[in-house]
Every structure is written in C-alpha cells, then in structure tokens.
C-alpha cells in the first residue's frame, strides 16, 4: 500500500480519536457562567429565529423573563448534564411538542463501539406502560418474557413514578393538553432513562409480581443465536449429505425473498419490534367491521396497502370500519393525506400553506450541525438548486413567509372511498400527524372518537422539516420544527387536541383480565346498532 496512504489513514485515526477524547473532556468538565449564558441566548436565538410559532401560547414578554431568569439563576459553573435539565425546563414554555432539548453523551472510540457493535441491553428493548402511578412491563424478549406484567418497583434505587415526574418536566405537549405526558414517558421509558442518566454498563431493577419481589441485574451481551437444525444434524452426523440446490430452487428463493420484502415494505415491518406499522382485517365471522391498526405514518410503502384495503372493503360491503391510532406518534404528511382521500366524498383541502420564517427551510433543515459533515458539504453542492426550489415553493402575504405543499391545494377523493360508519380510538400518545389526521375527522364529523384526548394538538403543530442545533459550550442539542402544519379547522380555546366523544381511560385490571375497553366499547355500540 503507497506510503502517503498509510499515513493519511493514520492522520484521519488519530484525529478522530483526539477530536472524541476532546469532546468527551468538554461535557464532562463544568463551564464558566459566561460560558452557560452565551449558550443560554444562543438556544433561544435559534428558537427566535426558525421556529413560526414561538409565541403562540406563551407570550414573548413571559418566554423573555424565563430565558433571562435562567441566566440569573446560573451563578456558578455546571457541567452539560446539569445545564441541560436547566434549559430544557425553561424550553418547555414554548408548549411545542417537537421541541426537544437532549444531553450531550460521551462518544466512543471505533474501538469501544466495535466491543458493543453485537451487544444488547436487554432492558433498552422492552415495552413499557405507565398506569395507575405505576410502570409495567408489557413486553419482553427472549428469556426476559417472564417479566411481562410485572411491575417496576426502582430503578439502582429509583422509583419510576419520581423518574417520571422529573422527565415530564423536561418535556412538552401541544399547547396545554396533560394526556400525553405520562403516556409518552411511560411507553419510551428506557429511552427517557438513556436520556437523564447516559450510557450505563449494567442495570440492577426490582420488580413486582403477584407472588414475589426480585431483583435482576440487566448488562450488556450478545443475543443468542438460534441453531440452525439441518445444518448441525450435517455436522454431527457426517452421513446426511448436503443437498446441491439447483437453479430452479435457487430462482424460487429470489421470488420468496422479492415477495417477502414487497410484504414487509406494505405492511411497514420493523426489524427490531417483529412487528408491523400497518394491520388490516376483521372482526368476527362475517366482514361488518374492518379493524386497521396503525402504529405510526413512518416506513414502509402505504400507497399499496391503503389501496388494497379499502378495495376489499369496497367488494365485501363493509359497514363498519375501527382506526386505532392510540400510540400513533405520527410520521409522514403524504400518508395521512393519502388515507384521509379513502374516508371523505367530498373535494377537500388537507393542510393550510405552511408558516416558516425562512424561504429556504430545506437548506437549513440539512445544515444543522448536528447533522454529519460529509450531508452538510453534499447540501452545500446542490444549495444553489435547494434554494432555488425553496424560493419557488414559498410567498409572503401580509408580512408573513409561507410553505406551498401539494397539500395545500383542492384534491378530490378515492374513486372507492369508504362511506360506511367510522369510529377512530385515540390516547394521549397520538401525537402530530395522527392528530392532524384527526382533526379532519372530528372537524366534518366523519367519525365517532374513543378513549382519551390526543397529545398533538387540534389546531395544528410546528413540524414538517426539523432543525437541531448543538450549542458551543454544553454541546447541549436543541431541536425544533420548521414548519407549521395545520388542518384548515380551528377549535377555541387554542392549545388542547382532539377530544373523544367517549373518554375511556383504561387501568391496569383492564390489562391483568386481557380487556380492550377502548375497541371493546366500539364493538358494543356497533353490536347495539
């Protein structure tokens, strides 16, 4: 190998091992006051600068007097962790659910994340629920399942219920809804844990079950990996023969492997869940009532499977169709645009122009330095033709800067659309798109809604596009929408989501007996009916 080679790739080494030895000794280390403060005014600048609703619920006098009483509240040098739980308390002000403040972490060296790159914390994969002031595991893997149902009673001397109200401190809804706090912290806890405490080799946890308390330790270690059973019968048995696979079988394993994938894309599969974004079938014998589950409006190719469902719908004569969307944290504009044209018969305009407050919110949406710097010089390239393009989707009326998105025009709906009944569930954890998918619904009282009030709001959320700003000093994250998306309804008074006609909240018998009292309460009144 040329010599000149050899020494680059060491240069490039040994920066990238210098440049995370320095960052890791900036967040550890504590900073200056002034430090703090210019980090202070450098987040609420960037909130200032990019986010179009700043001050839709809060006044800009009172958002001035916290920002400025968090500087006068600084009075000694803090480390990044400490800082981060400051200003995050302050941000949520703002009342934007997709503002988010995050702690720097330390990094790793190629290394370290070469030792860790197999591993799991088995504890990072479990499901959780927060209910009746207590948390519960509702999932987990492998030889951890035993724990599901069982109750979390501390955390390395914690309990969950005081971990929880410290992180809901730190966070945001829409406006001034409560729903979504518990629902949210509760269901993504180890990632709100992750969050507050940083990485951690091992975990020790007690738990709760009907019969005893225990407590079980959670490190990091590789996942067993199943035996594959005709190969280790080959091995051991030196008389079975491998089998040559032909071409023909070769080509029928493509056409498995192709179909598979189309199935996977359609329904929305995640890997690391096992399980699907999208379901669709029916309750019961016959085909009265179609069920479609959605978990979120985030992967997967939603055009085919929309299309399929409702055509079968169509053919069958359904007259009842059940969309859950509790848990739904919403995802993509398009897709629920393109399930909404499935639901109305009528013309209809599915979002407002966006409010931003730059002609080039793409632009800065890539550039945000948190973003890596080979995306950041690639943007930089093609910034002449991003820009241009941005320019051309944007207007100002009356001193106001506007987004044109193809949703913002007349569109007509599905040729098969369905006319049928409609009953939508609903918690707190039904957030952004969901929420704005909802809001159409309940503003042209398309549907009968159950369970509890969604997290993201009626009259809109600051979304869209999202830029992440790393500050100079804390190197604390702050995260913003750029863009506000709203349905073309508005509800008074402002800041509240989208309200059940029947406000169901479930409990933790609900879940022992292996009760849905949500979809089971829908499937009362359609029997009724």
């Not at 085909?287 to 992967?299: L, Q, V």
Request: hydrophobic share 35%; proline share 4%; with cysteine.
């Amino acid at each position: 190998m040329n010599k000149s080679l050899l020494f680059g790739i060491l240069l490039v080494l040994l920066s990238s091992c210098g440049s995370v030895k320095k960052y890791n000794e900036a967040i550890s280390e504590k900073h200056s006051i002034a430090e703090l403060h210019t980090d202070v005014d450098a987040a609420y600048n960037q909130l200032k600068k990019y986010h179009p609703k700043l001050y839709q619920y809060t006044p800009k006098e009172q958002l001035d007097f916290k920002f400025d009483s968090l500087k006068q509240a600084i009075t000694a040098p803090m480390a990044s962790r400490a800082f981060y739980e400051k200003l995050a308390a302050v941000v949520t002000n703002v009342h934007q659910g997709h503002i988010s403040v995050s702690p720097p972490n330390i990094k790793r060296t190629r290394k370290e994340r070469k030792e860790f790159r197999d591993k799991k914390l088995a504890f990072n994969t479990m499901d959780f629920e927060y209910l009746d002031s207590k948390l519960w595991v509702t999932d987990a893997k492998a030889e951890d399942s035993v724990l599901i149902g069982s109750q979390v009673v501390t955390i390395e001397g914690e309990t969950p219920t005081n971990l929880i109200k410290k992180y809901n401190t730190l966070i945001a809804s829409d406006g001034f809804n409560q729903t979504l706090f518990d629902g949210m912290v509760g269901s993504r806890f180890p990632r709100y844990y992750y969050k507050n405490k940083g990485f951690v080799d091992s975990l020790q946890i007690t738990f709760k079950t009907t019969d005893s308390v225990f407590d079980k330790t959670f490190s990091w270690k590789k996942p067993e990996k199943k035996k594959d059973s005709i190969f280790t019968d080959s091995v051991e048995n030196s008389a079975v023969k491998v089998k040559r696979v032909t071409a023909s079988e070769k080509k029928e394993k493509r056409i498995a492997a192709r179909n598979k994938r189309k199935y996977n894309n359609k329904y929305g599969y995640v890997k690391s869940t096992d399980e699907f974004t999208r379901i669709f079938n029916f309750i019961g014998a016959d085909s009265t009532i179609a069920y479609m589950k959605i978990r979120g409006f985030s992967n997967g190719s939603y055009d085919e499977f929309y299309e399929e469902s409702f055509t079968t719908m169509d053919s069958l004569g359904t007259k009842n169709l059940i969309i859950d969307l509790r848990d739904n944290g919403g995802g993509r504009l398009n897709e629920i645009d393109e399930l909404y044209s499935y639901l109305t018969d009528t013309e209809y305009t599915f979002i407002e122009k966006s409010e931003i407050k730059t002609r080039v919110p793409f632009l800065n949406s890539f550039l945000s330095n948190t973003n890596p710097d080979l995306l950041r010089g690639a943007v930089l390239v093609f910034s002449p033709v991003i820009a241009t393009l941005n320019i051309l989707k944007t207007e100002k009326e009356n001193g106001i800067l506007y987004y044109k998105w193809r949703n913002s025009k007349p569109q007509e709906p599905k040729e098969k659309n369905y006319k049928g009944n409609l009953y939508v569930l609903i918690n707190g954890n039904s957030f952004s798109a969901s929420s704005v998918l909802s809001t159409h619904l309940k503003a042209t009282n398309r549907a009968t809604f159950v369970g509890q009030e969604t997290g993201g709001a009626y009259n809109g959320t600051v979304a869209g596009l999202f830029r992440g700003y790393e500050l100079p000093n804390s190197k604390v994250v702050i995260r913003m929408g750029l863009m506000q998306i709203e349905a073309p309804y508005k509800v008074e008074p402002d800041g509240f989501g989208v309200t059940p006609d029947v406000e169901i909240t479930p409990t933790r018998k609900d879940r022992e007996e292996g009760r849905d009292p949500e979809l089971q309460y829908v499937l009362d009144m359609i029997g009724e009916q």
